[in-house]
């Protein structure tokens, strides 16, 4: 899976992708996270990419020149699935969206700033568009590593353990069970019983009771009309 990401500030995003599993998933080749710095298009030598705002009003808008030459380019090395804007007024981010994400070929992620895109591009370009939540972040490109390494770790491979991810919080509407590793006992806290004893099928049994009793305290909104 390849994911371009067109950014103001591509030093944002080189931490998240350079660790840890999206690293090796890029290793692996199994992911190609490919930055794109949104000033290679700008419109002028002061390396111009956004202006003020139509109509009057505090805050920078990204211009359409550089972001519509960049799409364009990039476009005409391969199609994309979808044309992604981090953007607060997107629709929330969840795991399902996730799961569908992951299963799409090349993706592109344009990451806003300031006071946002210029309409005209969300309106020709972008094909959906994506908030992490209901808060408003500096720029999208924070927005954009979340939602890359979600999508990262469900491509097939990428988790030495296949299988986890399946058990993730979200994954069957219901939270994660707790977890335990050494010690046994700590400080005179100690580990369920049950998960010492070696009888997986009771050790399903008492997570699949601890994610039901968990999600019904924590998110009782996942469990709908239950
Ligand atoms: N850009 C700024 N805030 C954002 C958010 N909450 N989600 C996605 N992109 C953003």
């Given at each position: 899976m390849t994911i371009d990401i067109i950014t103001a500030v591509p030093e944002l995003l080189e931490s998240p992708f350079g660790h840890s599993i999206m690293k090796r998933a890029q290793e692996k080749g199994l992911l190609n996270v490919r930055l794109h710095n949104l000033r290679k298009w700008a419109i002028n030598k002061q390396a111009q990419i956004d202006d003020y705002q139509y109509g009057g009003g505090a805050g920078m808008v990204m211009m359409c020149e550089p972001l519509a030459n960049a799409i364009d380019e990039l476009q005409k090395d391969q199609p994309y699935d979808a044309i992604i804007y981090m953007t607060p007024d997107g629709k929330p981010f969840n795991q399902q969206t996730a799961n569908q994400l992951s299963l799409e070929g090349n993706l592109l992620i344009i990451c806003g700033h300031?006071?946002?895109?210029?309409e005209r591009i969300r309106t020709k370009y972008v094909t959906m568009e994506i908030s992490i939540g209901d808060y408003v972040l500096s720029g999208g490109e924070l927005a954009a590593a979340v939602v890359v390494d979600a999508i990262g770790?469900?491509?097939?491979?990428?988790?030495?353990?296949?299988?986890?991810a399946l058990f993730?919080?979200?994954?069957?509407n219901l939270l994660a069970p707790p977890v335990y590793t050494r010690p046994a006992d700590f400080r005179g806290d100690k580990v369920p019983e049950i998960l010492l004893q070696g009888d997986p099928k009771k050790v399903e049994e008492w997570r699949f009771e601890q994610s039901l009793e968990r999600t019904k305290t924590r998110r009782p909104d996942m469990l709908g009309d239950l």
């Open positions: 300031y006071k946002g895109i210029d770790r469900l491509i097939p491979g990428v988790l030495n353990d296949e299988t986890s993730d919080s979200f994954q069957d």
